[in-house]
Protein backbone atom coordinates (compact mmCIF):
# COMPACT_ATOMS: atom_id res chain seq x y z
CA UNK A 1 0.00 0.00 0.00
CA UNK A 2 1.08 3.52 -0.77
CA UNK A 3 1.91 5.87 1.98
CA UNK A 4 -0.76 8.47 1.54
CA UNK A 5 0.63 11.68 0.60
CA UNK A 6 0.30 14.38 3.68
CA UNK A 7 -1.84 12.59 6.22
CA UNK A 8 -3.99 15.45 7.62
CA UNK A 9 -4.39 15.12 10.82
CA UNK A 10 -0.53 14.82 10.87
CA UNK A 11 -0.52 18.50 9.47
CA UNK A 12 -3.59 19.81 11.43
CA UNK A 13 -0.98 18.98 14.45
CA UNK A 14 1.41 20.49 13.10
CA UNK A 15 -0.34 24.01 12.81
CA UNK A 16 -1.37 24.02 16.71
CA UNK A 17 1.92 23.64 17.46
CA UNK A 18 4.04 26.29 19.28
CA UNK A 19 6.52 25.76 16.73
CA UNK A 20 4.42 27.09 13.92
CA UNK A 21 3.93 30.84 14.85
CA UNK A 22 4.86 32.29 11.61
CA UNK A 23 3.26 31.24 8.38
CA UNK A 24 4.06 30.68 5.31
CA UNK A 25 5.46 27.77 6.43
CA UNK A 26 6.92 24.61 4.87
CA UNK A 27 5.84 21.49 7.08
CA UNK A 28 7.86 18.30 5.99
CA UNK A 29 7.04 14.68 7.59
CA UNK A 30 9.69 12.54 8.28
CA UNK A 31 7.51 9.76 8.71
CA UNK A 32 5.87 9.96 5.08
CA UNK A 33 9.70 10.41 3.50
CA UNK A 34 10.68 7.26 5.06
CA UNK A 35 7.42 5.26 3.98
CA UNK A 36 7.87 6.77 0.19
CA UNK A 37 12.00 4.70 0.11
CA UNK A 38 10.59 1.80 2.06
CA UNK A 39 7.66 1.48 -0.93
CA UNK A 40 10.34 2.16 -3.37
CA UNK A 41 12.43 -0.46 -2.10
CA UNK A 42 9.84 -3.05 -1.56
CA UNK A 43 8.76 -2.77 -5.20
CA UNK A 44 11.77 -2.31 -6.98
CA UNK A 45 14.68 -3.04 -4.13
CA UNK A 46 15.60 -6.60 -6.26
CA UNK A 47 16.17 -4.45 -9.49
CA UNK A 48 17.50 -1.41 -8.48
CA UNK A 49 19.28 1.27 -6.23
CA UNK A 50 17.11 4.12 -5.29
CA UNK A 51 18.52 7.59 -6.08
CA UNK A 52 17.00 10.95 -4.14
CA UNK A 53 16.98 13.71 -6.13
CA UNK A 54 17.99 16.67 -4.63
CA UNK A 55 16.59 19.18 -6.68
CA UNK A 56 13.24 18.05 -5.76
CA UNK A 57 14.07 19.42 -2.42
CA UNK A 58 17.61 20.21 -0.81
CA UNK A 59 16.42 21.01 2.80
CA UNK A 60 19.66 19.64 5.08
CA UNK A 61 17.22 17.81 7.36
CA UNK A 62 15.72 16.58 4.17
CA UNK A 63 18.76 15.72 2.70
CA UNK A 64 20.15 13.77 5.83
CA UNK A 65 16.82 11.48 5.72
CA UNK A 66 16.90 10.41 2.49
CA UNK A 67 20.54 10.23 2.89
CA UNK A 68 20.32 6.99 5.50
CA UNK A 69 16.88 6.07 3.06
CA UNK A 70 17.96 5.84 -0.07
CA UNK A 71 21.56 4.26 -1.54
CA UNK A 72 22.48 7.30 -4.15
CA UNK A 73 22.57 10.80 -4.35
CA UNK A 74 22.00 12.67 -7.68
CA UNK A 75 23.20 15.96 -7.27
CA UNK A 76 22.63 19.12 -10.26
CA UNK A 77 24.69 21.89 -9.12
CA UNK A 78 28.48 21.85 -7.08
CA UNK A 79 25.94 23.29 -4.30
CA UNK A 80 24.12 20.08 -4.13
CA UNK A 81 27.25 17.92 -4.44
CA UNK A 82 28.47 19.51 -0.75
CA UNK A 83 24.97 19.44 0.25
CA UNK A 84 24.76 15.73 -0.18
CA UNK A 85 28.37 15.34 1.24
CA UNK A 86 27.67 17.31 4.48
CA UNK A 87 23.91 14.86 4.72
CA UNK A 88 25.97 11.94 5.25
CA UNK A 89 26.62 10.70 1.80
CA UNK A 90 29.44 8.51 0.55
CA UNK A 91 31.17 10.48 -2.16
CA UNK A 92 30.66 7.04 -4.62
CA UNK A 93 27.08 6.97 -3.82
CA UNK A 94 26.97 10.69 -5.50
CA UNK A 95 26.60 12.16 -8.94
CA UNK A 96 26.63 15.39 -10.30
CA UNK A 97 24.63 15.93 -13.39
CA UNK A 98 23.80 19.16 -14.97
CA UNK A 99 24.44 21.66 -17.54
CA UNK A 100 26.60 24.27 -17.09
CA UNK A 101 29.59 23.60 -15.03
CA UNK A 102 32.34 26.12 -13.80
CA UNK A 103 35.82 25.48 -14.02
CA UNK A 104 35.78 26.34 -10.53
CA UNK A 105 33.76 23.50 -9.62
CA UNK A 106 35.41 20.90 -12.08
CA UNK A 107 38.69 21.91 -10.36
CA UNK A 108 37.11 21.25 -7.20
CA UNK A 109 35.92 18.25 -8.02
CA UNK A 110 39.78 17.04 -9.91
CA UNK A 111 41.31 18.02 -6.65
CA UNK A 112 41.88 15.73 -3.74
CA UNK A 113 39.32 16.34 -1.22
CA UNK A 114 36.15 15.10 0.27
CA UNK A 115 34.29 14.61 -3.14
CA UNK A 116 36.72 12.73 -4.43
CA UNK A 117 35.22 9.29 -5.99
CA UNK A 118 31.56 11.68 -6.95
CA UNK A 119 31.15 10.61 -10.53
CA UNK A 120 30.59 13.48 -13.12
CA UNK A 121 27.96 12.70 -15.71
CA UNK A 122 28.73 14.76 -18.75
CA UNK A 123 26.51 16.61 -21.14
CA UNK A 124 28.88 18.04 -23.41
CA UNK A 125 32.14 17.14 -25.29
CA UNK A 126 33.51 20.59 -23.69
CA UNK A 127 32.82 19.46 -20.18
CA UNK A 128 34.20 16.14 -20.77
CA UNK A 129 37.74 18.11 -22.62
CA UNK A 130 37.65 20.34 -19.31
CA UNK A 131 37.42 17.39 -16.49
CA UNK A 132 40.06 15.24 -19.03
CA UNK A 133 42.71 18.47 -18.53
CA UNK A 134 41.80 18.96 -14.92
CA UNK A 135 42.29 14.98 -13.62
CA UNK A 136 45.25 15.12 -15.57
CA UNK A 137 46.61 17.98 -13.59
CA UNK A 138 46.12 16.44 -10.49
CA UNK A 139 47.29 13.30 -11.14
CA UNK A 140 43.95 11.40 -11.15
CA UNK A 141 41.32 9.25 -13.11
CA UNK A 142 37.84 10.91 -12.83
CA UNK A 143 34.95 8.65 -13.56
CA UNK A 144 32.67 10.04 -15.91
CA UNK A 145 29.30 8.87 -16.99
CA UNK A 146 27.49 10.28 -20.21
CA UNK A 147 23.58 11.74 -20.50
CA UNK A 148 21.88 10.58 -23.22
CA UNK A 149 19.77 12.69 -25.02
CA UNK A 150 17.45 10.20 -26.28
CA UNK A 151 15.41 10.24 -29.92
CA UNK A 152 12.57 8.92 -29.08
CA UNK A 153 10.18 10.62 -25.82
CA UNK A 154 6.83 8.08 -24.98
CA UNK A 155 3.98 11.25 -24.59
CA UNK A 156 2.71 11.61 -20.76
CA UNK A 157 5.62 12.91 -19.88
CA UNK A 158 4.99 16.40 -17.79
CA UNK A 159 7.91 18.16 -18.96
CA UNK A 160 10.09 16.61 -21.50
CA UNK A 161 13.89 17.38 -21.29
CA UNK A 162 14.87 15.08 -24.29
CA UNK A 163 14.36 14.28 -27.96
CA UNK A 164 14.45 17.43 -29.20
CA UNK A 165 17.33 19.78 -29.53
CA UNK A 166 18.02 20.15 -25.55
CA UNK A 167 20.95 21.72 -23.33
CA UNK A 168 20.60 17.84 -21.29
CA UNK A 169 23.10 15.10 -22.18
CA UNK A 170 24.37 14.33 -25.78
CA UNK A 171 22.29 13.66 -28.71
CA UNK A 172 21.94 9.69 -29.00
CA UNK A 173 23.70 9.88 -32.46
CA UNK A 174 26.75 11.34 -31.48
CA UNK A 175 27.09 9.30 -28.26
CA UNK A 176 29.48 6.76 -29.31
CA UNK A 177 31.94 9.77 -30.67
CA UNK A 178 31.26 11.46 -26.89
CA UNK A 179 32.46 7.46 -25.46
CA UNK A 180 35.03 7.58 -28.06
CA UNK A 181 36.17 10.74 -26.13
CA UNK A 182 36.13 9.15 -22.89
CA UNK A 183 37.90 6.31 -23.78
CA UNK A 184 41.02 8.48 -25.17
CA UNK A 185 41.56 10.41 -22.42
CA UNK A 186 43.95 8.72 -19.71
CA UNK A 187 42.82 10.90 -16.69
CA UNK A 188 39.31 9.67 -17.66
CA UNK A 189 37.08 6.21 -17.22
CA UNK A 190 34.19 6.04 -18.75
CA UNK A 191 31.71 4.61 -15.63
CA UNK A 192 28.87 4.52 -17.47
CA UNK A 193 25.12 6.39 -18.62
CA UNK A 194 22.46 8.43 -17.22
CA UNK A 195 19.67 8.99 -19.54
CA UNK A 196 16.55 11.45 -17.56
CA UNK A 197 13.58 11.81 -20.44
CA UNK A 198 11.10 13.92 -18.52
CA UNK A 199 9.22 13.86 -15.26
CA UNK A 200 5.54 13.55 -13.43
CA UNK A 201 4.39 11.00 -15.74
CA UNK A 202 1.27 9.48 -14.86
CA UNK A 203 1.14 6.19 -17.34
CA UNK A 204 2.94 3.16 -16.62
CA UNK A 205 2.34 2.05 -19.74
CA UNK A 206 4.49 5.33 -21.32
CA UNK A 207 6.98 4.88 -18.22
CA UNK A 208 7.73 1.18 -19.42
CA UNK A 209 8.22 2.23 -22.90
CA UNK A 210 10.34 4.80 -21.58
CA UNK A 211 12.19 1.87 -19.76
CA UNK A 212 12.71 -0.18 -22.81
CA UNK A 213 13.99 2.57 -24.52
CA UNK A 214 16.60 2.91 -22.41
CA UNK A 215 16.97 -0.45 -21.81
CA UNK A 216 17.89 -0.50 -25.85
CA UNK A 217 20.21 2.65 -25.49
CA UNK A 218 22.03 1.04 -22.78
CA UNK A 219 22.35 -3.29 -24.42
CA UNK A 220 23.61 -0.93 -27.71
CA UNK A 221 26.34 0.97 -25.83
CA UNK A 222 27.65 -1.62 -23.88
CA UNK A 223 28.04 -3.28 -26.86
CA UNK A 224 25.64 -5.99 -25.87
CA UNK A 225 27.38 -6.42 -22.89
CA UNK A 226 30.79 -6.74 -23.72
CA UNK A 227 31.98 -4.01 -22.47
CA UNK A 228 32.36 -3.96 -18.47
CA UNK A 229 30.40 -0.38 -16.98
CA UNK A 230 29.94 0.12 -13.45
CA UNK A 231 26.76 1.90 -13.14
CA UNK A 232 23.38 2.83 -14.96
CA UNK A 233 21.11 6.18 -14.43
CA UNK A 234 17.53 5.24 -15.12
CA UNK A 235 15.41 8.82 -14.68
CA UNK A 236 12.21 7.19 -13.44
CA UNK A 237 9.84 10.58 -13.74
CA UNK A 238 7.24 8.98 -11.42
CA UNK A 239 4.73 11.47 -11.42
CA UNK A 240 2.17 12.96 -8.29
CA UNK A 241 -1.78 13.34 -8.99
CA UNK A 242 -1.64 17.29 -8.29
CA UNK A 243 -5.27 18.03 -10.02
CA UNK A 244 -8.83 16.80 -9.57
CA UNK A 245 -9.29 13.74 -11.98
CA UNK A 246 -5.71 12.58 -11.81
CA UNK A 247 -4.67 8.99 -10.12
CA UNK A 248 -2.01 7.61 -8.57
CA UNK A 249 0.61 6.31 -11.02
CA UNK A 250 0.36 2.10 -10.86
CA UNK A 251 3.90 1.69 -9.26
CA UNK A 252 2.98 -1.98 -9.32
CA UNK A 253 2.43 -1.92 -12.96
CA UNK A 254 5.46 -0.70 -13.68
CA UNK A 255 7.51 -2.65 -11.77
CA UNK A 256 5.89 -5.55 -13.75
CA UNK A 257 6.46 -3.71 -16.95
CA UNK A 258 10.03 -3.19 -16.62
CA UNK A 259 10.88 -6.29 -14.47
CA UNK A 260 12.27 -8.53 -17.37
CA UNK A 261 13.80 -5.49 -19.48
CA UNK A 262 16.28 -4.70 -16.00
CA UNK A 263 16.84 -9.30 -16.28
CA UNK A 264 17.89 -8.74 -19.64
CA UNK A 265 20.06 -5.96 -19.16
CA UNK A 266 21.27 -8.26 -16.21
CA UNK A 267 21.79 -10.93 -18.15
CA UNK A 268 24.90 -9.37 -20.04
CA UNK A 269 28.64 -10.50 -18.94
CA UNK A 270 29.62 -6.83 -18.67
CA UNK A 271 26.32 -5.72 -16.87
CA UNK A 272 26.58 -8.07 -14.49
CA UNK A 273 28.09 -6.58 -11.59
CA UNK A 274 26.67 -2.90 -12.69
CA UNK A 275 24.46 -0.82 -10.30
CA UNK A 276 21.30 -0.22 -12.17
CA UNK A 277 19.74 3.25 -10.13
CA UNK A 278 16.43 4.17 -10.12
CA UNK A 279 16.57 8.20 -9.82
CA UNK A 280 13.50 9.64 -8.45
CA UNK A 281 12.64 13.46 -6.86
CA UNK A 282 9.05 14.40 -6.90
CA UNK A 283 7.71 11.26 -6.20
CA UNK A 284 9.52 10.51 -2.72
CA UNK A 285 9.80 14.00 -1.47
CA UNK A 286 6.21 15.56 -2.91
CA UNK A 287 3.41 14.00 -0.67
CA UNK A 288 5.84 14.39 2.52
CA UNK A 289 5.55 18.37 2.56
CA UNK A 290 2.41 20.84 2.93
CA UNK A 291 2.93 24.68 2.36
CA UNK A 292 0.67 26.35 5.47
CA UNK A 293 -0.24 29.71 4.68
CA UNK A 294 -2.82 31.88 6.71
CA UNK A 295 -5.71 33.57 5.30
CA UNK A 296 -4.99 37.75 6.11
CA UNK A 297 -7.84 38.95 4.22
CA UNK A 298 -11.66 38.20 2.73
CA UNK A 299 -13.62 39.97 0.20
CA UNK A 300 -16.21 39.63 -1.78
CA UNK A 301 -15.50 41.66 -5.26
CA UNK A 302 -18.44 41.14 -8.29
CA UNK A 303 -19.91 38.26 -6.75
CA UNK A 304 -16.75 36.49 -5.98
CA UNK A 305 -15.63 35.10 -2.43
CA UNK A 306 -11.52 36.65 -2.78
CA UNK A 307 -9.41 35.21 0.37
CA UNK A 308 -6.20 36.82 0.09
CA UNK A 309 -3.20 34.77 1.50
CA UNK A 310 0.32 34.98 2.84
CA UNK A 311 1.80 32.95 0.47
CA UNK A 312 1.82 33.22 -3.48
CA UNK A 313 3.94 32.43 -6.26
CA UNK A 314 7.12 33.79 -4.47
CA UNK A 315 6.64 31.17 -1.94
CA UNK A 316 4.95 28.58 -4.38
CA UNK A 317 5.78 28.87 -7.60
CA UNK A 318 4.71 25.40 -8.93
CA UNK A 319 1.00 26.34 -7.40
CA UNK A 320 0.34 28.74 -8.95
CA UNK A 321 1.03 27.00 -12.50
CA UNK A 322 4.37 28.71 -13.46
CA UNK A 323 6.82 25.96 -13.99
CA UNK A 324 5.79 24.46 -17.37
CA UNK A 325 1.84 24.86 -16.83
CA UNK A 326 -0.08 26.26 -20.10
CA UNK A 327 -2.92 26.64 -17.95
CA UNK A 328 -2.98 26.65 -13.68
CA UNK A 329 -4.81 23.92 -12.57
CA UNK A 330 -5.81 23.39 -8.67
CA UNK A 331 -3.46 21.87 -6.27
CA UNK A 332 -5.08 20.21 -3.58
CA UNK A 333 -5.59 22.06 -0.52
CA UNK A 334 -7.62 21.83 2.74
CA UNK A 335 -8.74 24.42 5.47
CA UNK A 336 -6.92 23.31 8.70
CA UNK A 337 -8.78 25.50 10.64
CA UNK A 338 -12.26 25.07 9.56
CA UNK A 339 -12.15 22.01 8.27
CA UNK A 340 -16.23 21.26 9.72
CA UNK A 341 -17.45 24.34 8.33
CA UNK A 342 -19.91 23.98 5.52
CA UNK A 343 -18.32 24.92 1.82
CA UNK A 344 -18.27 27.86 0.10
CA UNK A 345 -16.85 28.88 -3.30
CA UNK A 346 -13.43 31.01 -3.02
CA UNK A 347 -10.53 32.25 -4.96
CA UNK A 348 -7.12 32.05 -3.47
CA UNK A 349 -4.49 34.60 -4.06
CA UNK A 350 -1.35 35.48 -2.44
CA UNK A 351 -0.01 38.78 -1.35
CA UNK A 352 2.03 39.93 -4.07
CA UNK A 353 0.64 43.17 -6.53
CA UNK A 354 0.25 41.39 -9.24
CA UNK A 355 -2.68 40.04 -11.22
CA UNK A 356 -1.26 36.86 -11.96
CA UNK A 357 -0.43 35.98 -8.35
CA UNK A 358 -3.69 33.42 -8.21
CA UNK A 359 -2.75 30.77 -5.81
CA UNK A 360 -5.92 28.26 -6.28
CA UNK A 361 -9.67 28.74 -7.51
CA UNK A 362 -12.40 28.92 -7.31
CA UNK A 363 -12.98 25.91 -5.60
CA UNK A 364 -14.98 24.38 -2.78
CA UNK A 365 -13.49 24.79 0.25
CA UNK A 366 -14.71 25.15 3.94
CA UNK A 367 -15.61 28.56 4.71
CA UNK A 368 -13.40 30.25 4.84
CA UNK A 369 -12.32 33.42 7.22
CA UNK A 370 -9.56 35.95 8.10
CA UNK A 371 -6.64 34.20 10.29
CA UNK A 372 -7.34 30.77 9.10
CA UNK A 373 -4.80 28.51 8.09
CA UNK A 374 -4.78 26.26 4.69
CA UNK A 375 -2.77 23.47 3.90
CA UNK A 376 -1.45 22.82 -0.43
CA UNK A 377 -0.73 19.45 0.00
CA UNK A 378 1.67 17.58 -2.28
CA UNK A 379 4.40 20.61 -1.85
CA UNK A 380 7.80 18.80 -0.62
CA UNK A 381 8.90 19.00 -4.05
CA UNK A 382 9.78 22.00 -6.45
CA UNK A 383 8.34 24.14 -3.69
CA UNK A 384 10.21 26.91 -1.69
CA UNK A 385 13.08 26.63 -3.54
CA UNK A 386 11.81 26.48 -7.08
CA UNK A 387 9.96 29.82 -6.22
CA UNK A 388 11.13 33.57 -6.47
CA UNK A 389 10.96 34.62 -3.16
CA UNK A 390 12.99 37.59 -3.05
CA UNK A 391 10.09 39.42 -5.71
CA UNK A 392 8.59 42.21 -3.62
CA UNK A 393 10.27 41.45 -0.50
CA UNK A 394 7.71 40.07 1.55
CA UNK A 395 9.34 37.50 4.21
CA UNK A 396 10.92 33.91 3.36
CA UNK A 397 8.72 30.93 4.81
CA UNK A 398 10.25 29.12 7.43
CA UNK A 399 10.47 25.49 7.04
CA UNK A 400 9.81 23.04 9.93
CA UNK A 401 10.16 19.00 10.13
CA UNK A 402 7.16 17.09 11.93
CA UNK A 403 8.83 13.65 13.11
CA UNK A 404 6.88 11.93 15.41
CA UNK A 405 5.88 13.95 18.25
CA UNK A 406 8.59 16.64 17.15
CA UNK A 407 8.23 19.91 15.10
CA UNK A 408 11.37 21.33 14.66
CA UNK A 409 12.68 24.46 12.58
CA UNK A 410 14.71 23.59 9.68
CA UNK A 411 14.62 26.66 8.27
CA UNK A 412 17.39 27.86 6.05
CA UNK A 413 18.35 31.80 5.72
CA UNK A 414 19.29 31.63 2.08
CA UNK A 415 19.99 29.56 -0.28
CA UNK A 416 23.98 28.38 0.09
CA UNK A 417 25.59 28.77 -3.22
CA UNK A 418 28.84 26.84 -2.69
CA UNK A 419 31.70 27.84 -4.68
CA UNK A 420 35.10 26.66 -4.87
Known amino acids: MLVESNALPAFGRSTQSPALSFTPAYVYDAAVLRGRVAVLRGLFGDLFRISYAIKSNP ?15 DASSWAEVIRALEAGGAPRAITWSGPGKRL ?13 GVALVAEGLDEIDDIARLSAEHGVVQDVLIRINPDHVPRGFGASMSGKPSQFGIDEAAVPEAVAHVDAQPALRLAGFHVYTGSNCLSAD ?144 GPLCTSIDALAGPLPLPRVARGDRL ?24 ELMLDGDSLRDVSETAMNHVLP
Not at 104 to 116: I, S
Not at 383 to 393: C, D, E, H
Request: proline share 6%.
Open 375 to 398: AVMLSGAYGLTASPTRFISHPDPV
Open 104 to 116: AELRALAAPGRAR
Open 206 to 349: AIVENFANMARLFRELSRDGTRVLDKLIFGAGFGLPYHAGQADLDVAAVRAGIAPLVAGLRALPGLAGAAFVLELGRWLSGPAGALVTEVLAVKDSRGQRIAVCDAGFNNHLAACGMMGSVFRKDYPIANLTGAARPPEEVRLT
Open 59 to 73: NPAVLRIMAAEADHL
